[in-house]
Structures are given as C-alpha cells and as structure tokens.
C-alpha cells in the first residue's frame, strides 16, 4: 500500500488549525504503524478550535501532531463552505478501525488504554478483548491520577512500549498529556480520544445514527450530559467565524 504523503496542499486551515485531508486516514496510520515511525493524532472539532485560539500551547500541539482529522462536523461544514467537499472522520470510529486492525494481527500490535473514571479503560479494554480476542492488550490505567500514579504508569508505558494509545482524559489535557510524554514511546500512535473510552466501558452511549448523519451529535451529548452547554457555546462562536470568514473571502 502507498502512503499519501501530507503535502501543503492536504494541509488545509480551519479558522487558524491545520487539518489534513487525506482519501484514507487509517490507511495512513497503519502505514506508519508498520514503518514504527509512531504520531500524534489530533480529532479536531469546533470545540477545541475555539479552545486552540485562546490557549497557544494547544494551539502549537496541534500545528506539531502528525495527523489532524477533521472530527467534528463543525469543521466539516466549514471545509464544505470553502469548497472543500470532505467526509468526516469521528475520532472514535477511527481509533475502532486500529483496533479492529491491530486484533486480527498474528504479531501482536499491543494496545492501552488510558483515562476515565475507574474501571472505566478497564471495562473499554475488556469490550475489545472480547470483540477481538487475538488482541494484545499492554494496560489499563485510569484518568485521576496521583503524581506517584503518574510515575508508575510513564514506568510501564516506557516498560510496554505500546504500539496504539488511547488517551482518554478530555480536551485539552488529553492532547498536554500526550505532547509532554509521547517520547516515552516513540514508536507508538497516540490518540486523544476523549470520552471514547466510556462508550466501549458502556458507561456513556454514543448519539445514534440519525443525530450523526445530520450534524447533530453535539445535541445528543447536550441531552445526554447538560453540564456541557458552557462548554457548547464555542459552537456557535465558531459558526459565527466560520460565516465571518466566508464572506470577507467573497
Ligand atoms: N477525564 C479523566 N481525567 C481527568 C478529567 C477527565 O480521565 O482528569 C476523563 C473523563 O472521565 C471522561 C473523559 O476524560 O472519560 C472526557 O470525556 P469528554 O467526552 O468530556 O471529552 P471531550 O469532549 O473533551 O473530548
């Protein structure tokens, strides 16, 4: 298989952000999987655009990762409006597609799950093991850590060297997290995946199809966790901007 190599012209801006646009992300990833060049992966969306343009460490981790993939359908509808016609890439269902991948392999690709609540990456990792049971599981830890904690789990992942991690512990710790220890194992692939590890762990569910298909997964989150509508108002900023942007290109 060719790896599509990320030129400038895959490499399109959204209000600031970078995001690559390539035709097959997880083609991508397993190709610099097996050539153990590791990455950061970035599933960019409205939410953590807004965040990026008030917090300039984010904002330098995302224009250093290796593969921004256009998450949100906020930021899919801003390509469509400048004519890029791209189809989303929701980070979950990329990080489900590695590890379909990684399970059906006979030299183990090693996994771990980081973040959630307790029990939580240990229930998202037991999900995969039996959906997948060839695959190799390096650890579970969860999110709420003791610096002790914290030292124990760079130990193992130093010790385990996973080739796929997922860091679920929200934005932007999750993207801080993983900029400030990826060269723990660099060889791997890093993903912040946010509350991905809930959905597998069965503790959260995930908007079904309709809301998805029709750019309204952010209401059914909204419906299904309400603390989140302060959050939620970098949505309409980011419509706002996106609208602003487009017509002082006309
Ligand atoms: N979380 C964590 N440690 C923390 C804060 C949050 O592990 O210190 C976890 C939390 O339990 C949840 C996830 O991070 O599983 C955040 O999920 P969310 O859907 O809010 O992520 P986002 O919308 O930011 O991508």
Known sequence: MQK???????????LGQPVHLLDDYPGWLIAQLHQQLGGHVITLNAEMTMQAEKNATLAEIIKLADLVIPDGSGVVLYLW??????????????????????????????????????EVAEKAAKFWQQRCPKLAIAGTQH?????????????????????????GLGVPRQELWIA????????????????????????KTRAPAWFRENHLEWLYRLYQEPWRWRRMLALPLFAWKALLSNFFRK
């Open 143 to 167: 999110g709420y850590l003791s610096p002790e904690e914290e030292q124990q789990l760079c130990q193992t992942l130093k010790e385990k060297q996973p080739s796929l991690i997922f860091v």
């Open 81 to 118: 409006l400048k004519g890029k016609k791209v189809k989303r890439c929701p980070g979950i269902e990329l990080a489900e597609t590695l590890l379909l991948y990684a399970g059906q392999l006979s030299k183990p690709m090693p996994v771990f799950f980081f973040g959630g609540a307790p």
């Open 4 to 14: 599509q190599v990320i030129t400038k012209t895959l490499n399109f801006s959204v």
């Open 180 to 203: 400030q220890h990826r060269h723990l194992c660099p060889k791997a692939i890093w993903i912040g995946v946010g509350g991905s590890l809930d959905i597998w762990a069965g503790t």
